[in-house]
T-cell receptor, first 113, second 113 residues
Framework: AQKITQTQPGMFVQEKEAVTLDCTYDTSDPSYGLFWYKQPSSGEMIFLIYQGSYDQQNATEGRYSLNFQKARKSANLVISASQLGDSAMYFCGGGGSNYKLTFGKGTLLTVNP | ETGVTQTPRHLVMGMTNKKSLKCEQHLGHNAMYWYKQSAKKPLELMFVYSLEERVENNSVPSRFSPECPNSSHLFLHLHTLQPEDSALYLC????????????FGPGTRLTVT
């Protein structure tokens, strides 16, 4: 079973600055993946980025990068050059060898102009 | 229509009512999912369908009954619900069952009175 912990209920960032959203995980699965989703106020979850446990390099997708530190069991999301449209809930999650994806409680990011 | 659509977007029902939530995916995906999102709780996986066959039932009460008549449509039939079942119900689809990259609909906001 996986456990995902997001310790920041809310975060604020100034427009154009970078922000890091924290995520730690705990799993007994030897092969697993970690990911982040964004949920704007409209409700739909939007897939952002994925990191496999055996990937050597940190995943990057445009302004999103996943800072994967296996020894610390952390998979933090870094958003560079924040935009007003980045204001949303962000969910970290993980999955292993079954069909179940486990999500954290989320972090509400607010980008200030 | 593109992506994943859900109807209705909002639903208020009494504890003795019977209603159904509908989800349709226009992406040609093979797997579909129902999730429950309650306030201040992580997203919870309810059901997984792979090629119209249910492959996961995550200990969901029998008052929730899923149906997948074909690979594009997914229903969640509701009967004799409880107030604690009030939540946002999200449908998702993916190309491969258990894929980390899932495409979500906007959700149905359900209120049980």
């Amino acid at each position: 079973a996986q456990k995902i912990t997001q310790t920041q209920p809310g975060m604020f960032v100034q427009e154009k600055e970078a922000v890091t959203l924290d995520c730690t995980y705990d799993t007994s699965d030897p092969s697993y993946g970690l990911f982040w989703y964004k949920q704007p106020s409209s409700g739909e979850m939007i897939f952002l980025i994925y990191q496999g446990s055996y990937d050597q390099q940190n995943a990057t997708e445009g302004r999103y990068s996943l800072n994967f530190q296996k020894a610390r069991k952390s998979a933090n999301l870094v958003i560079s050059a924040s935009q007003l449209g980045d204001s949303a809930m962000y969910f970290c999650g993980g999955g292993g060898s079954n069909y179940k994806l486990t999500f954290g409680k989320g972090t509400l990011l607010t980008v200030n102009p | 229509e593109t992506g994943v659509t859900q109807t209705p977007r909002h639903l208020v029902m009494g504890m003795t009512n019977k209603k159904s939530l509908k989800c349709e995916q226009h992406l040609g995906h093979n797997a579909m999912y129902w999730y429950k999102q309650s306030a201040k709780k992580p997203l919870e996986l309810m059901f997984v369908y792979s090629l119209e066959e249910r492959v996961e039932n995550n200990s969901v009460p029998s008052r929730f009954s899923p149906e997948c008549p074909n690979s594009s449509h997914l229903f969640l039939h509701l009967h004799t619900l409880q107030p604690e079942d009030s939540a946002l119900y999200l449908c998702a689809s993916s190309q491969i069952t258990g894929d980390y990259e899932q495409y979500f609909g906007p959700g149905t906001r359900l209120t049980v009175t």
